[in-house]
């Protein structure tokens, strides 16, 4: 009984996502090391799962460990160079081999529907076709690469008619040229050509790894562009820079959300898109307006902007003095140079608790999300604290504030030092909400 009263919570908890997700376009991306794991036939559940949740999918899958396979049992040499394999022609008749297998497999476990299996009743549509126009990396240094390429462009309005019929769009790393050539492509150069032509929603990776790891192997939950810049490094394997360099490019490109999580977890794929915490790495796309602690440079800004909120009475009044002895408490939002938003973060550590106050965002920037923007950030920053909670007393804002995920509680779930604090005059309204 326990065990079905907690399905069923967290069957509501997820609600929120799959209604975030329904209708969105992501592109997952893995490679032929996840199809040759024992847990593939959980990812491929997973798909089905996504798919009749109303997400639309564009699948690419990577081929290297099975070429590799076809090359050393036709004994061919492997020609690398710069990190990059040679394709000759040899190699391409192991290339499609592999790549046409791989694609027969896909399709076939994703046609699964037998009774008592995740599959029954999914009856999944899988397009496939030239959608990845490709051209030839040619001659570099050089060395002449042949048949190994680079994207050229990706037919977005035939993946997206075949999205539109509710299909799922498997891609191949190969592609085709006007002359009816074919070429060998890097699984991490199509999945992100392919994520930035569509304008995807997410782009997802699943990776040997739990996700993205800093350098020194610890697990990074969130993180921006700027931050992956910061891990590519020389001395990394050539598949982790594609990796990186993919992520990096899909979100400097207008892909908002990008995701890396493991091919080893039966989990982690539905827990990264469906639960508040996640599993694995979530990358979000820079924006030209910048989040960042506030300075003491940043005073006169933010006094400005909370002048007309406490005229109005719906902020309480903060001298300059206070205001400089507190700036580090405050996050501000600049967009070239000018703070268009602020809010303040004043931790509770007896109760693991922080309160959020000060939210002021300039009239002419109230659209956008940058409200939204700033709680998150503040709710990493209450996290790297080891705060568990955040709350606000609020006379007119209650409602944005549920709109975040905030409750309303009665004053005395406050920490005990902010209850003694409480102006009974402001009659302000308390709401908290777990991180």
């Known amino acids: 009984m326990n065990n079905n009263i907690n399905n069923v919570k967290w069957f509501r908890s997820a609600a929120p996502y799959i209604n975030a997700h329904r209708g969105k376009t992501v592109v997952l991306m893995f490679g032929g090391e996840a199809v040759s794991h024992a847990n593939f036939a959980n990812i491929i559940h997973d798909i089905s799962l996504l798919r009749s949740l109303g997400v639309k999918l564009v699948v690419v899958h990577g081929a290297r460990p099975q070429i590799e396979e076809r090359m050393i049992q036709r004994n061919i040499e492997n020609n ?19 790549t046409g297998s791989l694609r027969l497999h896909i399709e076939a476990l994703l046609s699964t529907g037998v009774v008592n299996s995740p599959m029954h009743g999914s009856q999944i549509r899988v397009s496939t076709g030239n959608f990845v126009i490709a051209k030839p990396m040619g001659v570099r240094e050089g060395i002449d690469y042949k048949y190994t390429g680079t994207v050229r462009r990706i037919d977005s309005d035939g993946i997206n008619m075949q999205l ?8 191949s790393p190969i592609g085709y040229s006007p002359t009816g050539e074919v070429f060998n492509l890097a699984l991490e150069d199509v999945a992100a050509q392919t994520a930035i032509a569509l304008q995807a929603d997410k782009l997802i990776t699943l990776t040997e790894d739990d996700g993205l790891l800093d350098k020194s192997g610890k697990l990074i939950r969130s993180c921006s562009v700027r931050t992956v810049k910061t891990l590519l490094d020389e001395k990394d394997g050539h598949v982790r820079q594609l990796l990186l360099r993919a992520i990096i490019q899909s979100g400097e490109n207008g892909v908002e959300r990008c995701h890396c999580v493991s091919y080893q977890s039966d989990s982690a794929l539905l827990q990264e898109l469906f639960t508040r915490d996640g599993a694995g790495t979530l990358i979000a796309k820079d924006h030209k307006e910048q ?6 440079d940043d005073v006169g800004g933010i006094l400005d902007l909370l002048a007309p909120l406490e005229a109005e009475g719906v902020l309480v009044k903060r001298s300059r003095e206070l205001l400089e002895v507190e700036i580090e408490r405050f996050t501000v939002l600049k967009k070239e140079d000018v703070i268009i938003a602020c809010a303040a973060l004043y931790p509770y550590p007896e109760a693991n608790s922080g309160e959020i106050a000060c939210v002021a965002i300039h009239p002419d920037y109230r659209k956008g999300n940058r409200g939204g923007r ?3 950030e503040l709710a990493k920053e209450a996290k790297l604290q080891d705060l568990d909670s955040l709350f606000v007393l609020t006379t007119v804002s209650g409602h944005w504030f549920q709109e975040q995920g905030f409750i309303e509680q009665p004053i005395a779930k406050l920490p005990a030092g902010k209850q003694k604090m409480y102006n009974y005059q402001r009659k302000s309204k308390v709401f908290i909400k777990d991180i």
């Open 80 to 98: 690398i160079e710069n990190n990059i394999r040679v394709t000759d022609a040899e190699t391409l008749v192991a290339v499609k081999d592999a």
């Open 164 to 171: 539109d019929y509710g299909s799922i769009v498997l891609l």
């Open 291 to 296: 989040i960042s602690i506030a300075t003491i």
């Open 374 to 376: 700033l709680m998150d």
